[in-house]
């Protein structure tokens, strides 16, 4: 596609439901990244799948947090079990190698 | 550990004038990139810039521009002729440039204003 696509735009749940966000990279792009953005901050990673490669899940916050990618290409962020501290903006982005990302518009999730 | 240090919260700039936005950070590593991100309320990150590290000239695209001081670890964003688009939240990130396509790194950002 001409972007990154993410779905849904905004989505409310109530605490202790599971959800899954949703990213469609640009096709081609090897690379694709997932970061959480919480009011005030910045951008925290998450994970990230590069090629066939195992996924760099080294900033998932906890073992409620998953993700995959299949085909490489779209990929799906699960979050279980939700809690109000999992509120924030979800944003994907992919790459091509070495080159610079482009963003999704994210996801807004709201625990209530 | 890479950190990247944003420390001006918020900022504000007359339109058509000129404003910069400050940015260090802190690695051990000789080779990388550093970035800036502008973020308006639509929430989709744009590239503004990009400087690789071993390049000593200071990147440049149209209004925006770079001041980038490796020794002192400092990447300050210059915006000229500043435009009420440019109102937005503005990142700084970094990224290793010797291990692959490693993620990137972000500051916490500056909500600049551009007062009319």
């Known amino acids: 596609g001409a972007g990154v696509s993410q779905s849904p735009s905004n989505k409310v749940t109530e605490k202790g439901k599971d959800v899954e966000l949703r990213c469609d990279p640009i096709s081609g792009h090897t690379a694709l990244y997932w970061y959480r953005q919480s009011l005030g901050q910045g951008l925290e990673f998450l994970i990230y799948?590069?090629?066939?490669?195992?996924?760099?899940k080294s900033g998932l916050p906890s073992d409620r947090f998953s993700a995959e990618r299949t085909g490489g290409s779209v990929s799906t962020l699960t979050i279980q079990r939700t809690q109000q501290e999992d509120s924030a903006v979800y944003l994907c982005a992919s790459s091509l190698v070495w080159e610079g990302y482009t963003f999704g518009s994210g996801t807004r999730l709201t625990v209530v | 550990a890479q950190t990247v240090t944003q420390s001006q919260p918020e900022m504000s700039v007359q339109e058509a004038e000129t404003v910069t936005l400050s940015c260090t950070y802190d690695?051990?590593?000789?080779?990388?990139?550093l970035f800036w991100y502008k973020q308006p309320p639509s929430r989709q990150m744009i590239l503004v810039i990009r400087?690789?590290?071993?390049?000593?000239q200071n990147a440049t695209e149209n209004r925006f521009s770079v001041n980038f001081q490796k020794a002192a670890k400092s990447f300050s964003l210059k915006i000229s002729d500043s435009q009420l688009g440019d109102a937005a939240m503005y990142f700084c990130?970094?990224?290793?440039?010797?291990?692959?396509?490693?993620?990137?790194?972000f500051g916490k950002g500056t909500r600049l204003s551009v007062i009319a």
């Open positions: 990130a970094y990224r290793s440039g010797s291990r692959g396509n490693t993620p990137l790194v």
């Open positions: 690695t051990s590593e000789s080779d990388y990139y």
């Open positions: 400087q690789e590290a071993y390049k000593q």
């Open positions: 799948f590069q090629g066939n490669s195992a996924p760099d």
